[in-house]
Each structure stands twice: as structure tokens, then as C-alpha cells.
């Protein structure tokens, strides 16, 4: 019997395609100085956009036209300035062609899978795009992830449950349900797909399947942060600390904020100027501006040490929180780099009071059942920054590499 085919977007490989995968390679040689190669490169991103332009996409396709033209004129002036032995190109340059990934998001017809023993197979509702889609999809775990291409990215889901492996005792057809995929799988941005049941939760009514897609991966590694940053208690009854969280309006941040405050502690937030008001309704009790040299400099309004900082944004480095912190601070950074790892390491070998804590989500269904429920009461709000169709899947993979969300994309199905 011929197998049952569904809609789902694709890559093929890492990067932004071939294009992508060009520029990478092509990385260390443009460091090098053969900066005129770029142009190679450039044009196979060019052609894809002209590509995707002409399949009729009317995303954002042409303001990103637009960029990559001033980017090929910008580069072709540095070519000339090469012959002439002039600067180097930038990695932020090439960076520039890699996060072209969403380029090479493909519109595809692929074969319905079929769930495991253990596993449900789910109609879905929602997907919500996480940073480490795009990151995975741009080599950051490579050679370990995607394990396969082509590759269906998504990981945190909402569905109806249309079939249960053999041995699925807790879920049945008709259920809805959040899931997480896990990131070696994915495959949330498509009709179907197989959820392992170990990390699947009923949807209650209460929550909208965008809502509900929300939450796993932002929701839990915010809870898990907090968690290390010696919160246990989430009913306001725990010990009262000061903490920072930086990037609060974004996915993670946002849920971040919202749990701080039913922790009951007490919490200063960055963020852009557009917002502030946002971060303060989560709760948040004092909000910096981070462009701001308050807010750059991450000081307290109210000339508070932190305690704990749940680190969401990037790019900070140890020396701007260092000073902030009260004696036995501990700043937890959820997007680890080697150079934080190293400098985590460092503070533990030499019994450094204020510490670094590099922090990776350990998926579990019990946290997830705690988001869940919490957003039930209503005492969890899943902020939607913007919901896209599946057909228009990459403009919600733009919006999340632009690293401009409030709250979470959601992809409906
Ligand atoms: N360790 C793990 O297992 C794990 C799990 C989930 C996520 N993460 C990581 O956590 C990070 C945050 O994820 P996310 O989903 O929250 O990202 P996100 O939704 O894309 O964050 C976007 C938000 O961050 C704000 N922002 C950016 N730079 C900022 C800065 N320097 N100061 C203050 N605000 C800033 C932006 O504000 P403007 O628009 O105003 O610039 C925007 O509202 C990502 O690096 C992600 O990969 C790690």
C-alpha cells in the first residue's frame, strides 16, 4: 500500500544550503585574505533568492533581497579594495551568507511516519521555532546533529492524537496534546509527526494550541535555570533573592520573568525600549533599557546585587556582571559558548565565590506537567509573538534568526 504523504518544510543541509555550506568552507580562506571568493559564494545565495523569489514567496523575501545586495556591493568594493591589498572581510560578513539558512528551507511532500511502540503519532496543531533550530540547522552540533538530511526541524509541538503505538497506554486518538520531539528527531514543521510519549502531556482546554506549543523548550529551560539558581519553590514561600534575567522579552525570558515572580523574588529585567511596558506587566520589578549605559552596564535602578542572573541574551561578558553580583552570585548562561564553558571551569577550579554555571535543557515530562499546569491556572502566560502558516514557515524562521521575538513564533498547521 502506497504510504500517506504530507506537507512539510525541509533542509537538505547545513547552512544556508549549498550556498551555506560554501561559505563555511570558504570561512578560513576569506580569513586568509582571499576575500574575492565571497563573490563565488555570494551568488549562489543570490541565485536562491532569486529562486525563492520566484516561487512567489512574499515574506520578507524582498527586504532580504534588498540586504544581500547591499551586501554584494559592500563586498565587491572590499574585493576591489583586496586587489589593492586592502582589509580583510569580516566573519560577521560571512556570517552574514550562513544565516541565510532560512534560503534553503524546502516545501515538501514526504511519507506520514509511523510511531514506534512507545510513541504517538500526532496531527499537528502548532509548532513554536526555537534559536536551536536555526543553530542546528547552521552547524553549531555538527558533526552530532541533524543526524540525517533531509531534515524536518521543530521541536516543541501541539496536536491531536491520531494513532498510538502498541504499547501507549495513557494516550489515546482524539487526545490533544504538547510535546517535545526532542532535537535529534524534530520534525514539527509538517502536518504529522511522532511524539515520544515519555515527553507528551495532555493539552488542557484552557490553552490554545499556539499557546501550548510555546512552552516546552522556553518554558523549561527557564524553570531549570532557576532551578539552579537555588530556586525550588514556585508559590512564594521560597527564600527571597535578588536575580537578574537578561533578554526577558524574548521566549525564553518572558516565561523566566513569570516564574521568578511566583518564586517570589525579586527581579530587575533587560530588554529593548519597545519592551519595557511588556516585561513590566510580566512583573518584572525594576526594567532596564539594554542600549542604555545602565542598562549596558546592567546596574540595579535601585542599587541591588544580584544574587543569581538568568543569562538569556549573549554576548556579555564576565566583567560587566562580576560587579553586580552580591558576594556569592552565580550567573547561569543557557547559551554556552566555549569561552563561557572555559571560564565556568575556571571559576570552579579556583573556588571563585561569584561562579559561571553553563546550563543545557535536561528535557523531563515532570517539568513539563509544571509548565502545563501552571500556564493552566493561569499563572504562566505563553506571550505569541507572531503566528505564521506552515506555507509561510520562513518568515517565522527569519523573525527567530533576526533575534528580535517578543515572547514565541509560532508555526500553525
Ligand atoms: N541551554 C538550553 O538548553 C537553551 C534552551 C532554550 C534556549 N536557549 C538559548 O537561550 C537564548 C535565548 O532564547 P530565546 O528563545 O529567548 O531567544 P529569542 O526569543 O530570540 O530572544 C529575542 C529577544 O531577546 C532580546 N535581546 C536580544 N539581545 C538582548 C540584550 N543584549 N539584552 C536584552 N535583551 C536582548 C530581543 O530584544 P530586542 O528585539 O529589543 O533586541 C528579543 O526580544 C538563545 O541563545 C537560545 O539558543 C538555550
Known amino acids: 500500500m502506497a504510504a500517506k504523504i504530507m506537507k512539510a518544510v525541509q533542509y537538505e543541509g547545513y547552512g544556508g544550503g549549498a550556498a551555506g555550506l560554501k561559505a563555511k568552507k570558504l570561512r578560513v580562506t576569506c580569513l586568509l585574505g582571499r576575500e574575492f571568493r565571497h563573490v563565488v ?19 520578507e523575501l524582498p527586504k532580504l533581497y534588498n540586504v544581500a545586495m547591499e551586501n554584494e556591493r559592500r563586498m565587491m568594493e572590499r574585493g576591489n579594495d583586496v586587489k589593492r ?18 534560503c534553503s528551507l524546502q516545501h515538501t511532500e514526504i511519507p506520514i511516519p509511523s510511531p514506534k ?17 536555526w543553530k542546528v540547522q547552521n552547524g553549531m552540533l555538527r558533526p552530532f546533529l541533524p543526524p540525517r538530511f533531509p531534515f524536518v526541524p521543530g521541536v516543541d509541538v501541539t496536536g491531536e492524537v491520531t494513532e498510538a503505538g502498541p504499547e501507549v497506554a495513557n494516550f489515546k486518538e482524539g487526545d490533544k496534546v504538547i510535546a517535545m520531539l526532542g532535537l535529534p528527531n524534530s520534525g514539527g514543521l509538517a502536518e ?4 515520544p510519549t515519555n515527553m507528551t502531556v495532555s493539552r488542557p482546554a484552557e490553552l490554545s494550541p499556539a499557546e501550548g506549543a510555546g512552552l516546552p523548550t522556553a518554558a523549561l529551560i527557564a524553570l531549570q535555570a532557576l532551578r539552579t539558581a537555588g530556586t525550588s519553590k514556585f508559590d512564594g514561600t521560597g527564600k527571597s533573592s535578588n536575580i ?15 516564574l521568578a515572580k511566583l518564586a517570589g523574588l525579586h527581579v530587575t529585567a ?4 519597545r519592551n519595557v511596558e511588556f516585561v513590566k506587566q510580566l512583573g518584572a520589578d525594576e526594567v532596564l533599557d539594554y542600549k542604555t549605559p545602565q542598562g549596558a552596564s546592567l546596574t540595579s535602578p535601585s542599587g541591588k546585587k544580584y544574587d543569581a542572573v538568568i543569562h538569556c541574551a549573549s554576548g556579555i561578558p564576565w566583567s560587566t556582571f562580576e560587579p553586580n553580583l552580591s558576594a556569592y552570585g552565580t550567573v547561569i548562561d543557557i547559551s554556552p559558548s566555549f569561552k563561557s564553558m572555559v571560564a565556568a571551569l575556571y571559576k570552579k577550579v579556583t573556588l571563585s565565590k ?18 502545563v499546569e501552571s500556564a493552566k491556572e ?21 523573525k527567530s534568526i533576526s533575534g528580535h521575538a517578543t515572547g514565541k513564533i509560532i508555526v500553525e498547521m
Open 270 to 273: 533587560t530588554c529593548g525600549v
Open 192 to 195: 504529522f509527526a511522532v511524539a
Open 354 to 371: 561569584k561562579k559561571l554555571v553553563t546550563l543545557v535543557l535536561a528535557p523531563n515530562v515532570e517539568d513539563m506537567k509544571f509548565v
Open 41 to 59: 559564494v555570494w551568488n549562489l545565495v543570490r541565485e536562491e533568492c532569486h529562486r525563492k523569489k520566484g516561487v512567489g514567496l512574499d515574506w
Open 378 to 398: 493561569g499563572r504562566l502566560r505563553t506571550c505569541v509573538d507572531s503566528i505564521h502558516g506552515l506555507s509561510k514557515a520562513e518568515a517565522a524562521w527569519a
Open 117 to 133: 511502540k512507545d510513541e504517538v503519532l500526532l496531527k499537528l496543531e502548532a509548532t513554536s521555532v526555537n534559536p536551536i533550530d
Open 85 to 102: 591589498g586592502g582589509k580583510k572581510m569580516t566573519v560577521e560578513d560571512l556570517d552574514s551568507f550562513v544565516n541565510l539558512g532560512l
Open 244 to 258: 537578574l534575567i537578561t533578554a526577558a522579552s524574548g521566549g525564553v525570558g518572558h516565561y523566566a520573568v513569570q
